[in-house]
């Protein structure tokens, strides 16, 4: 598709043309023998029909692209105007991105009720409240601190930014929220003892095994006596099956196993409360083949985080 024909698509069909795009430089990585045309189609077909063209399809449209008796947008909106895709738009198919999102707020509604919350990690974009709370956080806290770096600084562009002062409190919809822009390895600001709960989310991936295990002595300091302390993190027992020759981000230090986690926690005096796992894939784990379309399904949470995507634990200090 030329660069015009791609802009109207994607404006007509955000989601599909932007399946379109990343399946075309899969298949193009992967299918490096095969013909321009034959990655087209396989490509368009993943993008719009979320599988493989069957022998008839292949057949007919491949020599149709080949000769030039068919353009590649003919070829794209065909499709789209198909009916298998109209019925299949109808049952409102998810993308994985989407679901392993919809599967962390899941996650999040087990989490216990606090009303002084300390979130490591935890701004975000759109919301001033910070993303626990925008994740659908189920209990009324009294009030969240927000460790996370500068605005500027941040791999994602924040719509809320501007709205952040560094170590001082804002009363929004009847909480007080207040950011400290710093590493979130730093608790030195934080008063001992003072914490109900303390929720690290998709972030100690991005420190360093060294500084997870000072994080965890720190976080005992910063928690009252039976406080919570609670995080989500890529499964490394399925993360190395999608990516076996690095970590699934180039910014990760570590990607940790369940059972290295439960180590570290019950080393750290931490007593297990939960284990949830977040966008279970048995299959994948099972036949060692990472598969896309596994994670898109209903079954959000799991109990089995070996199977699973993300770990979530729910931890309390003793």
Known sequence: MKILNLIQAFVKYPVE???L???YIYYRLTLLGKSSNYVYIMSCYRAVFRRTPDSDGLNNFLPRLESQAMTRSDFYYLLINSDEYSIKKMTKWKDPLTCLHQS?????KHLPNAKIILDLGGAHSDSIEGALLAMGYPH??????IVDIPPKTRFFKTNVGHLEKDNRWLNINGKKIKYLHQNLTNLDRI?????????CGQSVEHITQKEFKTLLKDIRKVLKSGGYFCFDTPNRLITQIQSPDSLINPDHKYEYKPYELRQ??????????????LCPMPKTLKTKKFDYE???NEDYVSDNLDISYFSLFIAQKI
């Open 191 to 199: 008063q001992k003892g003072s914490i109900d709960m303390i929720w």
């Open 140 to 145: 009324k806290p009294e009030k969240i601190i």
């Open 294 to 296: 596994e994670m898109i």
């Open 264 to 277: 570290l926690l019950i080393s750290n005096k931490y007593k297990i409360l939960k284990e949830i796992g």
């Open 21 to 23: 795009v990343f399946f």
């Open 104 to 108: 962390r707020i899941e996650g999040i």
């Open 17 to 19: 043309t932007s399946r």
